[in-house]
């Protein structure tokens, strides 16, 4: 898709989606939001980004293949839940330091938690849509 | 870290790993069956831990049952766990020279394991919604498996398997959600006590829209006919997977909710699984012999033993139950036991038809041993498994007093009479492919498989065979187990006790 103003907007909408999907993620624990809405709000940055300039770019601005962010997000989210076991609770046992943080406000393993779910999401779903929209045999 | 725990992170580090490392063809391979023989140790651990009559229950996240979400072992859900644990080993060697290459590039191992990982998280749960999550773990996950590859009948089959098990998903979660509505709880334990509370009407109707969603996972009459339509078009490595475990996860929810929910009218839901029990099993038997596609006709086969199971769980007595629970352990070990030998004899004699293949007996003896053993368990030769499980369930329908009055025996006598006819399917089997001189140009050859593959896969289906031996030698030791179990079916205050009993 070849226009310029949809090229022009999502330069600009690609990083304000981005900063709102670290704005639904933080939010998430107590009001609507979370590592899963924010990791759809940032593929969605980057889903905009491939259709304004196509998907070599936006491959390019995520760095990182979707692949291995899915991983990284899998691995955080479990070794944020495996927290609670290496304290001598079960599983997922959430754990809270009381210190509060400015603009993060307490920190605990369910925020890791989240931002592997944040991870996993942002990958799964930038995979699909890339190894949709490419015609190419490869994947990533 | 408790086993039942690290039964069910041991499954998603494998998937994990093989996702990171999914360039590398010999590390998959090499994560892919490490971490299963590390969840069959898991398991193994697991089963001695509850093998006593303990019922073991991990609180996820420390949150009080019944709010947090509970993983139960009682001793049905360690066998099941024990069961899937042998045939992922069994499936994932087998698989080393089964799977090509671009398969395994594009993620089968990874899938194979985030599979593992949704059946034992349905058999551990102890919460009805979580167990729909893990049900949809494992459905995405074998989705992808069935499509893997991209021939065109696995498109075909996977259209169907998809389409039917997506609407069975819709009837599962429409049932979680009347039940929620109506008793505010989704923890399986609180719910066997508020549903008492429930209209009557209104619980046995919701009875029978789970009946519905499991009937069609697990492929009773009428609900069985998308099996035979799919199951053959994957590679073998995954149609023996998919035959061992996942119509077996429907049957074991099934056993679940009812014999922990919804027992309040007994006469009418477990009459109706007996009416079903015994379409399943003379529809299943009689597709199965007009087939000529050797996994066609074993996966007719499939829907005809799982009559054998509902029966066990409509006759609902202590031996019936037992007898069930027997079955689906002998039953998966020889069904993915089966499979993986019609894959050896395609690759030896290049074909699934039977009438293409042929000379087995003389070109392969050892292959038509390892398809002897099980094949005769199936059809209820004495000393093999199968007889035992049979006997279990006819004899609870012949000898316990059941609400069913005479319908109980004259569905004995239905099993009788398909075990007949699964012995005729099997030789008809043994004839065409072992007995038969080879057909005109199809001979088969050991060397149509290079050695060390050839051991790749005999060495899988030889372990099965020997399993299925040995429960066949060795009766008791396995059938004790069956009996436990039973009784901790049969009284469900256990299994409250247990979840409930720290917390009201």
């Known amino acids: 898709m070849n226009s310029i103003i949809l090229a022009t907007v999502s330069r600009l909408l690609t990083g304000l989606l981005l900063v709102f999907s670290v704005f639904l993620l933080l939010r998430g624990h107590n009001l609507p939001g979370g590592g899963f809405s924010g990791g759809l709000v940032a593929a969605s940055a980057f889903v905009l980004a491939s259709f304004a300039s196509g998907f070599p770019a936006a491959r390019r601005l995520l760095v990182v293949p979707p692949r291995v962010i899915m991983g990284f997000g ?6 944020a839940g495996l927290a609670g076991n290496v304290a001598g609770y ?15 406000g307490k920190l605990g393993t369910p925020l890791f938690f989240d931002v592997g779910v944040y991870f996993a999401v942002l990958g799964v779903t930038t995979l699909i849509v890339f190894s949709l929209g490419e015609d190419s045999e490869e994947e990533d | 870290m408790n086993a039942v725990t690290l039964a069910l992170l041991t499954p998603l580090v494998t998937a994990v790993l093989c996702l990171l490392f999914l360039r590398s063809l010999p590390l998959q391979r090499f994560f892919g069956v490490a971490g299963m023989v590390v969840l069959l140790g898991v398991s193994f651990r697991l089963m001695a831990e509850v093998g006593g009559g303990h019922i073991e229950v991990v609180r996820f996240g420390n949150w009080p049952a019944p709010f947090g979400i509970v993983l139960v072992v009682d001793l049905l859900a360690a066998i099941m766990v024990l069961v899937s644990a042998i045939i992922g080993l069994a499936v994932a060697v087998y698989s080393l020279a089964d799977v090509d290459a671009r398969r395994v590039r594009y993620g089968y191992y990874a899938f194979l394991h985030f599979m593992m990982f949704g059946v034992c998280g349905a058999f551990l ?19 992808v498996l069935m499509c893997l590859g991209g021939e065109k009948p696995q498109m075909e089959g996977a259209v169907k398997y998809v389409v039917l098990n997506l609407i069975s998903s819709s ?31 209104l619980l046995t109707m919701t009875a029978m829209l789970f009946l519905v969603a499991f009937g069609l996972k697990a492929a009773i009459f009428p609900l069985f006919f998308w099996l035979p339509a799919s199951y053959h078009t994957p590679p073998v490595a995954v149609s023996a997977v998919f035959a061992g475990l996942l119509t077996k996860v429907g049957v074991y929810a099934l056993m679940r909710v009812f014999t922990l929910i919804f027992t309040n009218d007994i006469l009418l839901t477990h009459g109706l699984l007996l009416g079903l029990a015994g379409f399943t099993m003379v529809t299943g038997v009689l597709g199965a012999m007009v087939q000529f596609d050797f996994r066609r006709l074993l996966s007719f086969h499939i829907v005809s033993q799982i009559g054998y199971m509902v029966l066990g769980l409509a006759l609902f007595t202590p031996l019936a139950i037992a007898g069930t629970v027997f079955y689906l352990f002998h039953h998966i070990v020889v069904k993915a036991n089966l499979f993986l030998v019609s894959g050896i004899t395609q690759r030896y004699g290049g074909s699934f038809d039977l009438k293409k293949l042929g000379g087995f007996y003389a070109a392969a003896p050892l292959v038509a ?11 209820g ?11 279990a369930i006819v004899k609870a329908g012949l000898v316990d007093e059941t609400i069913f009055g005479a319908w109980a025996p004259f569905l004995s006598a239905v099993a009788l009479a398909v075990g007949l006819l699964t012995l005729f399917s099997m030789t008809k089997i043994w004839a065409e492919v072992f007995w038969k001189p080879a057909p005109e140009g199809h001979a088969p050859h050991r060397s149509n498989v290079p050695r060390g593959e050839r051991w790749l896969l005999l060495a ?34 256990i299994y409250i006790n247990a979840v409930l009993g720290g917390t009201t």
């Open chain 1, 74 to 79: 899998l691995v955080v989210a479990l070794v």
């Open chain 2, 381 to 391: 030769i004495p000393p093999l498994s199968g007889f035992f499980a049979k006997f």
């Open chain 2, 460 to 493: 899988p289906v030889a372990a099965l065979a020997g399993l299925t031996l040995t429960i066949g030698l060795f009766p008791q030791f396995f059938f004790d187990f069956a009996v436990r179990s039973a009784e901790q079916l049969l009284h469900p205050e």
């Open chain 2, 369 to 379: 041993l390892l398809f002897f053993i099980p094949a005769m368990s199936l059809g």
């Open chain 1, 90 to 104: 079960p599983f997922l046992t959430g754990l809270w330091d009381t210190t509060l943080f400015p603009v993060v």
């Open chain 2, 171 to 201: 009837f599962f979660l429409a049932a979680c959600g009347i039940l929620y509505g109506q008793t505010g709880t989704l923890n399986m334990a609180d719910l066997a006590v508020t549903a008492r509370e429930m209209r009557p009407e």
């Open chain 2, 125 to 143: 749960t102890g919460d009805i919604f979580n167990m729909f999550v893990w049900f949809e773990v494992m459905l995405i996950s074998s989705f």
